[in-house]
């Protein structure tokens, strides 16, 4: 792992790490297992760009030994945004009530347009079924507004009069919203996504869901929990280490399908080449550390790897709720 | 209602209905006559006691069924209940709703309880539009009273742990009745799944299980702040009181009242009263003194806590001199310059003047055809102050001496600021086009025409070019010239563009009254920030704040990257020149004749200096002055004052 923490100026501590592979409770694939991590075939889930994809083919026979620097580097850099996705209902819980959605175009020919992704995590809630249609209906619905409201007027080259994006990004939040309550009246999810135009990414964000921006050096959050022990830590009553065992650590003051108007919080958030982007549920941070998700994505090959063994290792601290995970990694 | 339990997590029996039928009679006494309401944990019935057969004595009964499937939890949360119970039905206050009986069965619990005919406080803030301040005055008061009865029970204070309108009644007479006790939350722990809502008027030490007198004292209130500004706190993020100022949304209650409700609602629970007697006295002084008798201590403690600085009112009455003032013959519409011992400014009596910046003495003149309204622009490389003039003309000259340079001619007045940039100097002209020119020279590179006039000042990236437009366009052109996107507004764009290099983004705003953010690298607007007047004064960022003036009187600061207002700084009339930022302090003029100086962090104001007309122009800042000239001719040289 020498080289990986050369290449990313890491202090890895013996006991912050991430498990070992052989620790983890899903079984991983036998090139993974070893270590420092090789690159190993990922899920069919993974989206193969042309680009990568000869470097996959072409190193996949030397999958056991580990790669030389050099290789990793050239493929850590790469031409266009890559993304990885997972979604697991953990141990404990019987359905899956959260909903993941990742969508990533990229054109080359003489009309310039900047490349376009929308990735979106939902964590429904609710009884019965309720809470897997909450988030289903919120990513379905979001996914098609922005689909038609952004991304098919930017290929066309018809942005005139458009909207800007946030308020467009807005309006499909607040429709998602509108739909929750008419047809899962007694469900409610929460919503964070990202909408990526060129290098700049839309955050719209309501709820306890997560979004992590991770670089050779840092993992910070930008997203801020819309939950009650949030506030309190916010007010200095809690402490972050009281929070994660307090009995309403699950509380929420924000989420869709709970009023008819919602607040978003919205941002914009240049990223840096290399940079990667994390969205997830709260089965993934409420089980796993920064620090570990920080190692995990900086030892993964691709981002789909990085997933996998996000959602393992929660899964292997207990997996008390459902762990979603979207990883995009940028060129650079 | 968002109430905690709103999603109970039990998947499986939500559906089946259990609520007890009309005629049905309970233990052989209650005949249940209709359910009353409903919440998570239980059902309220309304019942008639057999017992009483001879007058018809109504009774509400409230059900609270466990959801906990543990049998021993079953039982210790039973044992609680009739625990508590038991110290409920031995209370007696006129207002507090009389328990008669409890008992368990089933698995349920049942409390027996008086019935009051009214409406709870909740129901009442749905119905009516507004409450008449004296019934709020005189409910709060016995609502402190009847909180200072349980909090001084022997031995132990009891403490109502959910204080809220709806557990409120205001029964036929008028009077408040406490009608519901924490009793019930014996029943809602166990909840492990996600839920949505708080319950909005717990106190924040309520949820680490600590619970005091001041715990109700807070609860009471939110209670208060939710009757008096009518936002509703469970819609709210919890403990967001001091968000919301209660003025904002009721402009007629005693300031002193809104101090009492602050001070209940301090997030510390022994900054706030000790007692509901303290409380209760402090509501009855408004009740029986004319407003203005408590005002004067307030303000004091206002400023205590930071709220208004006292040390500044000194400096607006009279403090702050001008170091010195130069009048010229016309209106001043453009903003000064200064490099070194010199500052420039130009008028509307066709000149720019060249001052000594610490005397304020003249240096040299240059006419030129007609007035000027384009700032002079330094450019240090080649000694030369730039302008542009109404006769149509670009000037260069030398700024030591006011030697002219060199000239251009352009097809119609220049009221546009350049920028000296890469070795080049880049203004718009009313003749609607953009010119790059060499700065050395004058001699022209590219020439880009936006059909419209260009009032505003181009900024210069290392790659591109981006100007505004009359046409209500925002263009952005590469370095030598070519365009590469542009994004319309509605309206004309006067204000200059200000760009973020290192995110990348371009502010601008827009008569249209908005002001955009728009992504440099391909046009695309990331988002518009409404104002309700036409903004002409250029915006310019700051540690993550974008501030802005309007003609809508106000100067905004917002998070650029959410467009979410920060502060507002009001002023009374429209605000068409930039703001500078110099040592965390910002600096504006007003059309009112002002130049204020604001903290730029929270909009506070510092200090304001009236000069004799509008200011319609940014100041500058050079080492220790502030310099700003205004429509009554006249340029004022500021001392800094921290």
Redesign the interface.
Known sequence: MNFLQRLFGAEKKPNSSIATNDELKTPLPDAVKSEPPILARTDETAPVLPSTASLESKFIDGATRPLSEETLIAFLGNEHLTFGQSSDVGMVRTNNQDAIYSFFSTLRSSE?R?DFGLFIVA?G????HDGEKASAVTARTVAVQVTSTIFTP?LAGD?????????ALMSAIEKANAEVIRHVP?G?TTMTAACI????A?IAHVG?SRIYLITKDSIDQLTRD?S??Q??IE????TPE?AAN???K??????L???ELVEV??????LPPRSRLLLCS?GLWNQVENKEMWDTVKQSATPQDACNKLVALANQRGGGDNISVVLLSMPG | MPETTQFSGVGGDGNQDTTLKANFVLQNRYKIMGVLGGGGMGTVYQARDLNFTDVRRLVAIKEMHTIATDAALRASMLKTFRREANILAALSHPAIVKIYDYFDLNDRAYLIMEYVNGSDLELLLSKTRELPNDKILEWAIDLCDVLDYLHNQKPDPIVFRDMKPSNVMIDSLGKIRLIDFGIAKTFVSGVKHTMIGTEGYSAPEQYKGDVSPQSDIYSFGATLHHVLTRKDPRLEPPFSFHERPILDYNADINPSLVMIVEKALNFKSDDRYKTCVEMKEAIQALRYHPVNVLSAPDHAQVSENGGTDFFNDSIDTGAIQPRWVFKSEDEIRCSPAAIKDLAFIGSYDNNVWALNRDTGELVWKYATMSGIASSPVIDEANRLVVFGSEDNSFYALDYRSGRMNWSFQTKDRVRGMARVEHGHVFFGSDDGKVYALGAANGRQLWAYDTTAPVRGRPFVTNELVIVGSESGEVTALSLAGARKWSYRTRRGVISSPYVDTQEGICYVGSTDGFMYAVDVSNGFSSWRFRTTGPIISSPIEHKGLLYFGSADGNLYAINAQSSREKWRFATDKPIVSSPIIHKELLYFGGTDDYLYCLDATNGKERWKFKTNGPITAAACIADDVILVGSMDHTLYALPLVN
């Open positions: 310039e900047p964590d809630m609710g009884g019965h930017m942005t005139k009069d458009q909207p800007p994006i946030t308020e007694d409610g135009i060129g290098d700049l839309y306890d819309h009650l022990v506030r309190l007010l200095d009553q809690l009281e307090h009995p309403n699950n509380m929420l003051y924000r989420a399908g709970q009023n919080d919205m941002m914009t958030r240049r709260d």
